[in-house]
DNA sequence: GCGGACTGCTTACCT
DNA sequence: ACAGGTAAGCAGTCCGCG
């Protein structure tokens, strides 16, 4: 039997020849580490351990087992937790063993352990099962390898001893893809994110008295749901009412010597050398490692105050300080260390000769790991789309760290004017701390928001907090779902199997290319309307899950007694007898946050800190709660299930459309609604509360006032709109004056438009308003015309590149030209990266803007853009563009 | 050879 | 790798035009 090792069930890149030297198991590199006496190890949990936290989760090769990372707050420490329950790696398959046995390269696979009879509930059959567990060695040989696994043996060789009522294309196997520490965390129904000890080596969760009293407080609110309901709220609630610690951390970055400056050096290679390392730690720990070398001026630029500068004579003996260093902290923070600065590091090291069991790092295909702590990559983290948009409302537009930086902490990088090469050691210094206190700062502001979304999201989806920090919203869902199946012996559904029991979908989507129709859009009235009231369902699809029942199991189910119970508009019907996990999970948890987190985290009454607290928990349950429905309609969802998601769509149209009715019979005017919402015109106070008193009784779902404008401005054209609020902030919505891509010449008259709007109070003062936001227009339209503008960067459109430049054959739209034109001249852009252009008047009429110059700018093309933009609003106030500048040529007249 | 009507591609937005 | 719907600008195509 071959060992294994920690390594074995993280795929490596191959190491260059000179580092194949055998990696060390996990244990010895621990114990090497602590002959080094850096640190105080091992970190193995005691007999007994005071309360700490769950982390992390992996599987240790060397010791065959599950380990827990456990992070104690007090002394600020990881301490290992190996599992000693016997609990091994299995798949499950619906062959008998007696069929099985027949199958020897199963039998005689060095992986293979034993079989067991299991009896589960399968979701689709809708009955219970006999199953084959195959339990095996190690996680390896289920899956994962190339080739060999035995999940892959199964079909394959089964034919050919087939002798048995079971055909080829009914053998099935389950859940061989699930990651071996996620099935121990499900199995043994252990929560990340939560507090633990260790009695009698045993983890025993910790039970706070705080939370008993807060979860009874809930239960209260919730008094009314069934016994079920009420089920899913306490499980909820249990999770998210536990406290959050202050996490010790350090953030680091690392400057590499790069011949070719503009191009990032192969971590693969590792080929040039690191110059410099700066960590900046929550414990107040800013200290920046210096290498020195030949001809390098000290400098006599001014360090932030309390940095302190090492210098190393060598590279190899600043790369184990910086090891040291990553064997102390229980959190590290990088932005991009993933593919960078971690990976970077441990082949420099390899490359210098430093053991491979003195490498802090475990190098994975896609991500760097820690022996020790836990590393944060902050760049996949904010990459995150979901985190990007509902977590930072897209206050940030580019993943860099100068962006995310500037809008999160208002701090950016510094501009370097020179190559690393020509930088004194101050200067290097600066420009390198300066890196890792923005990713530190990144995980402090806000009372460390950042982390405990993380432990948060954890919670959620009872994963490690590396992998939350890394994976997409989807993983988040499937987890919990998944984890719901363990928890109640049902058989984890393969993504094929759903799609052959559920089919697809039947609407027609309004998009070519979509896979079923989606929401409704009510044509605006246009016109200024005053006191329109905004009502709108909160967390709508969520509760059309909750309300209908909806799930993979529930929709188009077996039972005949249930084909009546019909989703409006389609030919699916939903189960009456039982309810679905999907309901049960997502409804519980909207209700949670919808009736308690999201008033605790406006309750004046409590202290500042606990009221963000109640705020970053509403907010990581809102991030998954607006993924819930979409995650079903997706392909790559292991649970997919089209008929779900065009059931929920379905039914949304079906609600939106029965309210706008019943406004109608109240005598309402509708001005305007969006798959959620509905603008009405000055509705009084009972014909607003009839409406959502008839919601409540009748689709059993809450109606809110979401928010009331002094005015709002309607073109006819959906999905734009500009609302006034009472205290005189403005709403812009989908209007091209808002779009980030315009020219911050075009966005300043806009914005100047805006704040004249924000003024106006009644009809009357309009008249006013209309006559200065012609003088705006016009005087904008005369500094185009007499070429009057700041700076060139004013008038550059700015355009992200959806592919790689090359990879536009259809069509070549102008922000591609430009990067063409950019390519020519030396610089390389990637899918991702932002270009800016202008409009210039000869042939390919753009042009970079750091290539154009002011004479060669298409004003024309700048004065339809103008029009077009203003022609949004000025519709609506009875306003002609054209009549409007038409008036100055008549005034240079006279 | 050129302009208008049309479709399709692309990006940025809304819910 | 959550969904579909909308706006806008431009690229490319087809067709008519003595």
Known sequence: MPQRHLEDFRVEPKLSKENEAK?????????????????????????????????????????????????????????????????????LTNLSQYDLEKIDRLIKHPGFDHFELAEKFD???????????IVAKDPLAIGGRPTGCIRDIIPKEFPNVSDTLVSPEQIKVWESRIKYYQSYIYDRMLSPGMIYEVRDSKLILKSMEETERNVKCIKEIFKDCTDEELQFVDQWARLLEYPAPKFLRVALDIEVLAPIPTRMPDPREASCQIICVSFCGSDGQRRVFLLKRDGVREGNEHLPADVSVEYFDSEKKLIQAVFDVLWSYPFVIT????????????????????????????????????????????????????????????????????????????????RLEKNFGELTYTELAKYCFRDSEIAFMLTDFDDELVMKLILVLARISSMPMEDVSRQGVSRWIRNFLHREHRRRNLLIPNAEDILAAKGKTTTTAIIKGKKYKGAIVVDPIPGVHFNVSVMDFPSLYPSIIKVWNLGYQSILCQHPECRTNLVPGTSHWVCTKKRALESLLIGSLRDLRVEWYKQKSKEKALPADLRSWYNIIQ??????????????????????????????????????????????????????????????????????????QWTEQELKMSLDVDKVYRYAVFSQRKKNYLGVLEDGSVDVKGLTGKKRNIPLFIKKAFDRMKERLAKVKTPPDFEQAKKDISEIIRDCYMCLKRREWESLNDLAFNVVLGEEPDHYTKTTPQHVKAARILKENGIELRAGDLISFVKVVRDPHVKPVELATNSEVDVDKYVGYLHSTFDQVLDALDLDFDEIIGLTKLERFM
């Not at 896609?366 to 995150?384: E, P, S």
């Not at 706008?660 to 109240?666: D, F, G």
């Open 23 to 91: 990696a060390l198991p996990f244990t010895e590199a621990v114990a090497v580490a602590k002959e080094r006496k850096t640190h105080t190890f091992p970190p193995i949990a005691p007999e007994k351990l005071q309360p700490s936290y769950f982390v992390s989760a992996t599987y240790d090769g060397r010791a065959g087992k599950a380990l827990i990372k456990l992070y104690e707050p007090v002394s600020s420490k990881i301490f290992f937790w190996h599992d000693n329950t016997g609990h091994m790696p299995y798949c």
């Open 123 to 133: 979701p689709l059959l809708n009955k219970d099962v006999k199953v084959t567990k």
């Open 335 to 414: 932005f991009n260390g993933d593919d960078f600065d971690l990976r970077y590091l441990t082949y420099r090291a390899l490359n210098l000769g430093i053991r491979r069991n003195e490498v802090p790092i475990e190098v994975g295909r896609r991500n760097c790991l820690l022996r020790y702590g836990v590393h944060i990559d902050l760049y996949k983290f904010f990459f995150n789309r979901s985190i990007q948009f509902y977590a930072f409302s897209n206050r940030y537009r580019d993943v860099t760290l100068d962006d995310v930086g500037k809008a999160l902490v208002r701090m950016e990088k510094i």
């Open 619 to 692: 907010g990581a349950v809102k991030v998954i709660l607006n993924a819930s429905y979409g995650v079903f309609g997706a392909d790559s969802f292991d649970l997919y299930c089209p008929p779900v998601a065009e059931a929920t769509a379905a039914i949304g149209r079906h609600t939106i459309t029965q309210i706008l009715n019943r406004a109608k019979q109240l005598a309402i005017q509708v001005l305007y609604g969006d798959t959620d919402s509905l603008f009405l015109k000055n509705p009084s106070k009972e014909q607003i509360s009839q409406l959502a």
